[in-house]
């Protein structure tokens, strides 16, 4: 490349900043021009909070935003924001998402696009800053979108895309853009944000069809029903506009690419899968792990892949039995549990489980449970894979889940 | 502030009725009737959110029929208080930056005693913090959990019989505890611009109250008392003398605090025994002669502090020493 060329790419190259997760998504808060937005304390989430409150005490853009007496007060507060026509803001961790349940469960079903931030920690009791999945997890049935990014640039990324998502009119239903606590919220990473001009384009002001404001028809919402006159009907509307956000996802995904020049396959990332015996499943921040382990193990010889799912609703299933359906032996890494299900194993793990049973070429399925908040180490991830590899030599496996970074003699 | 919104006569209400035909609600319901005073003090330029309740159940379900002619929003049980101040941050940011139009609009919230003074009790306090304008919380006080078969509230008063305080072989009294006085604890918090307390009887009194709330810098609070006939086990055609006779005498104290001042709106002269209102009610049957003139010394011991606040133009707590018989039941 001639020099010249080269100097002017580098003065157009966008700015990038070094961003925690938190601000990261505070960051494209701002650039959403969110109108309203609901706060409460805790860790790890709330640096999203303290960022957006100095960026409104600076002027930079302008929202009411409310501290919140809970949880609960604070996910009503942005789905009635919502409901009249406010673009808002929310989130929270580990406990305090399972104190805002009700507002959470209600937000889905009332069809309206509010999104949250979800820092990623394990619930209580006791008290624990560690990372588990779970604190999202148990509203997987309750019809949010749910996403998991990988780093400060992709959470800021999926913010944007939330939004457009969630407020297409063939969809409607909330999100949650979850981040592994610690390991994205309060670690700071590259990131490039979009510009203002261009976030106008690819996210236009929201316009519900019909707002909870006296200049239009009034609306009675959520008005109480017998059971038998609307109850099944009612239902089917949020599933199909969870079917429909499949394409919906994909069309933003492809129009962010556009804009932004970065390109995100929509529901699952691979690394070496091409030609891959074994794979490393998993979401968010540990999949750098994971690949890093991958790239480290294939100068052995071993043939490793990994796959990232970004979506866990809607979960990609036909994406995963299609991938996984090449290798011998997949192991889930996974922050969740689920004490008492099949195996008593993981969240993830069944539902990655649950995609492959109607595939006709199903892999060896291991779940490797980071569960408690323990952080895991790459030697975790090597052991997994040695595990995977030994098992897909002999065809078969006597143990389904681990907990490797469990003590004692139950390991 | 603008010239005081007072109606004076009855004919001078609104006639249209903004919360009209199309419920269900029990024949003689006091919460219905305020409903329907609320709205006609509020006008068409409002949102209601309603809290899970009495007002929530009975006003839908059968036919997918709404009362409602202003835009409403059912909240969960205990997010009134939360539900007001997003649809009212809602309207001021979205006319701030410019993306609505500007204009007054009301946000009301008409929420039960249960998930006004218990279970949404927090948000409440959060709401009565912020500084949202033409945002007025009604408390509809019918002293029960009325919609899920009436058990006691935390506004229930002492002797009630509920599905959870009931008489039996051993418990004589009913319910023991003695009514939270959900205003008073409304009024310490420094942000609220108006508090009352009012009832069904005289209508003009509530539609007044509640005009002058919207109209005042912040945010506002009124516990309205109203008689149920499915909880307090009285004849329909009784709600309104219900009403009347709670002020008679003096069970239930209609006041107004603004801008500092405490002032009765009416003063039982001279006070009615407390019997006449007890005796009305089945929930009250079972209350010995002994137990009635209990609570005619608590409500005269109450009463030296509410004439003493409305002399002396200020707030105070009312201490009553609680009933002997509540620990020997």
Redesign the interface.
Known sequence: MPKTASKSVVKNLPKRFMWTGTRAIAEAVKLADVDVIAAYPIRPYTGVMNSLAKMLADGEFAAEMIGADSEHSQFEIAKHASAVGARTFVGSSGVGLAYAAEPIVVTALGQLPVVAMAGCRALDDPGNFGMEWNDVLIFRDSGWLMSWAKDPQEALDMVLVAYRVSEDRRVLLPSFVAVDGAAITHISAPVEPPSREGVTRFLPPYKPQYPLDPAYEPVTKAQHIAPSLIGPELRKIVDNSMTQAVEVIQEAWRAYAAFVGRVYPPFIEEKYMEDAEIALVTMGAYAKDAVHVATKLRQEGLKVGVVRIRYFRPFPAKELAETLGKVKAAGVVDFSYSFGSTDSSSVLFNEVKSALYESSSRPLLLDFMFVGGREPSVEHFEQAVRLLQKGSGKGVIERHVWWPTLRGENQ | MSERPIIRTVRDVPSADLYTSGHRTCAGCGAALGYRLLLKAAG????V?GPTGCM??A????F?S?P?????????L??G???????A??????M??G???K?E?NVVVYGGDGGTGDIGF??L??AMS?DYKRFLYVLYDNESYANTGIQASSTTPWGASTTFTPTGKIKRIGNLRMKKNVALIIAAHPGVRYVATATLFPPLDFINKAKKALAADGPAFIHLLVPCPKGWFTDPKYTLDLSRSALETGLWVSWEYESGEFSLSYRPEPRKHVEEYLRMQKRFEHLTSDKIEEIERMTAKEWDYWKEMDRRKIMMIPWIAPPLSSSQN
């Not at chain 2, 208080?81 to 649809?87: C, H, I, M, N, R």
Request: glycine letters at 12%.
């Open positions: 068409p330029k409002t949102v959110l929530y159940v006003n839908g379900h059968q997918l709404s409602y002619s202003v835009p409403w929003y059912h909240t969960q205990g997010a208080g939360a539900a007001g101040v997003g649809t941050a809602a309207f001021r940011s979205l701030m930056k993306k609505r139009k204009e609009v927090s948000g306090s959060m912020y």
